[in-house]
């Protein structure tokens, strides 16, 4: 399976002003494909191809005196930045006609300079390479620092430079896994777990034991509401409001890092120890439209059954996803007998046909 690796990267002046000029160029040719497709709907013509767009985006452009800085930039990247736009209209036209999984999705839009996330993607054609010294060496942007928290388990096929909302450099390589690999690393277990989400406590095991949720998002409440008037205060397009508002970006990032962070150990420590887990298949778009809306982002349910899924899949071990509408909390753990629906305060009942008395 093809696994994301990602490592941050500190890029010195030179190289984050190389960096800004790929992405502005990568962000010009997306721009590119999207009017030309949309001048096409509206005049009730086809859709010029990708490799037509290709020709005239890039190939043309370049030789003319209005996208001449084109040229500055790898030939790769804006032709990656092309591949990404025909992608979104694949995503949309399946969208459309109902082939697509998950939920729809709209036409692209315009990339604006502006946007919180920018990216630039380098493939084995533009000749990147991991120096002796462990620097990424990049085409026209030169050899990055990158701090290697893990070594790479296998030859990377691309590369993805990306800039976040706070300020921070990436680089995210697509490994391709070899699961033999994988599955002797995990130690053998003959175990099977039941995970109940929740609130109260983040994970309560079938086992008996809690994991008490961290709340991440309170704890740092605080904090944010500081940051958040601050920048509040700021007058709009001053430098003084660009550097609050990393200010705000940085605190958020913190919190989303601590989060991720708890949901890989918690789930990698799950899949080690057990060789199937059973976890409610939860509606967190039904219960993020509820009052219990913040807690229930806070907690994080969906990243971490996701993490459970992939880890499982790589690791050879057994996911099953409970029903919503499976009435467990009405069926005796020992005997199978359905005793009926409870009230909420009612946290133990005892079994009319076995006598089991659980939860």
């Given at each position: 399976?093809?696994?994301?690796?990602?490592?941050?990267?500190?890029?010195?002046?030179?190289?984050?002003?190389?960096?800004?000029?790929?992405?502005?160029?990568?962000?010009?040719?997306?721009?590119?494909?999207?009017?030309?497709?949309?001048?096409?709907?509206?005049?009730?013509?086809?859709?010029?191809?990708?490799?037509?767009?290709?020709?005239?985006?890039?190939t043309?452009?370049?030789?003319?005196?209005?996208?001449?800085?084109?040229?500055?930039?790898?030939?790769?990247?804006?032709?990656?930045?092309?591949?990404?736009?025909?992608?979104?209209?694949?995503?949309?036209?399946?969208?459309?006609?109902?082939?697509?999984?998950?939920?729809r999705?709209?036409?692209?839009?315009?990339?604006s300079?502006?946007?919180?996330?920018?990216?630039?993607?380098?493939?084995?054609?533009?000749?990147?390479k991991?120096?002796?010294?462990?620097?990424?060496?990049?085409?026209?942007?030169?050899?990055?620092?990158?701090?290697?928290?893990?070594?790479?388990?296998?030859?990377?096929s691309?590369?993805?430079?990306?800039?976040?909302?706070?300020?921070?450099?990436?680089?995210?390589?697509?490994?391709?896994?070899?699961?033999?690999?994988?599955?002797?690393?995990?130690?053998?277990?003959?175990?099977?777990?039941?995970?109940?989400?929740?609130?109260?406590?983040?994970?309560v095991?079938?086992?008996?034991?809690?994991?008490?949720?961290?709340?991440?998002?309170?704890?740092?409440?605080?904090?944010?509401?500081?940051?958040?008037?601050?920048?509040?205060?700021?007058?709009?397009?001053?430098?003084?409001?660009?550097?609050?508002?990393l200010?705000?970006?940085?605190?958020?990032?913190?919190?989303?890092?601590?989060?991720?962070?708890?949901?890989?150990q918690?789930?990698?420590r799950?899949?080690?120890?057990?060789?199937?887990?059973?976890?409610e298949d939860?509606?967190?778009?039904?219960?993020?439209?509820?009052?219990l809306?913040k807690p229930?982002?806070?907690?994080?349910?969906?990243?971490?059954i996701?993490?459970l899924?992939?880890?499982?899949?790589?690791?050879?071990?057994?996911?099953?996803?409970?029903?919503?509408?499976?009435?467990?909390?009405?069926?005796?753990?020992?005997?199978?007998?359905?005793?009926?629906?409870?009230p909420?305060?009612?946290r133990?009942?005892?079994?009319?046909?076995?006598?089991?008395?659980?939860?």
């Open positions: 399976m093809q696994l994301r690796y990602s490592f941050r990267l500190y890029p010195d002046a030179v190289q984050r002003a190389a960096l800004a000029r790929a992405f502005g160029c990568a962000r010009v040719v997306f721009n590119d494909v999207v009017q030309v497709r949309e001048d096409a709907r509206k005049a009730g013509e086809p859709f010029p191809t990708a490799g037509e767009l290709s020709r005239r985006l890039i043309q452009a370049k030789r003319s005196p209005e996208r001449a800085w084109l040229s500055e930039v790898s030939t790769v990247v804006l032709q990656q930045s092309l591949r990404d736009a025909e992608a979104a209209y694949r995503n949309f036209f399946a969208s459309l006609k109902g082939t697509r999984k998950g939920p999705v709209g036409p692209p839009r315009f990339k300079r502006k946007d919180q996330r920018q990216s630039v993607r380098f493939t084995a054609n533009a000749r990147w991991i120096t002796e010294a462990g620097r990424l060496d990049l085409p026209k942007i030169g050899a990055v620092k990158v701090k290697w928290s893990r070594t790479l388990p296998a030859t990377p691309s590369v993805t430079v990306i800039k976040d909302a706070a300020g921070r450099y990436f680089a995210s390589f697509v490994i391709e896994t070899d699961p033999a690999t994988d599955q002797a690393r995990m130690p053998e277990s003959d175990r099977a777990i039941g995970i109940d989400l929740g609130l109260t406590h983040f994970a095991l079938s086992d008996g034991s809690k994991i008490d949720s961290p709340r991440f998002l309170r704890r740092a409440e605080k904090k944010l509401k500081k940051t958040q008037q601050d920048l509040c205060r700021k007058q709009k397009g001053s430098k003084n409001r660009d550097k609050a508002r200010k705000v970006a940085r605190a958020h990032v913190k919190v989303a890092d601590a989060r991720r962070e708890f949901h890989h918690l789930s990698t799950l899949i080690s120890e057990n060789q199937g887990i059973a976890v939860l509606s967190v778009a039904a219960l993020c439209r509820t009052r809306a229930v982002h806070d907690a994080g349910w969906s990243s971490f996701s993490m899924e992939y880890k499982a899949q790589r690791y050879g071990r057994t996911l099953v996803k409970v029903d919503r509408f499976e009435p467990t909390s009405q069926t005796c753990s020992t005997c199978g007998t359905k005793d009926g629906p409870k909420l305060h009612v133990e009942w005892t079994c009319s046909a076995c006598g089991t008395v659980g939860p």
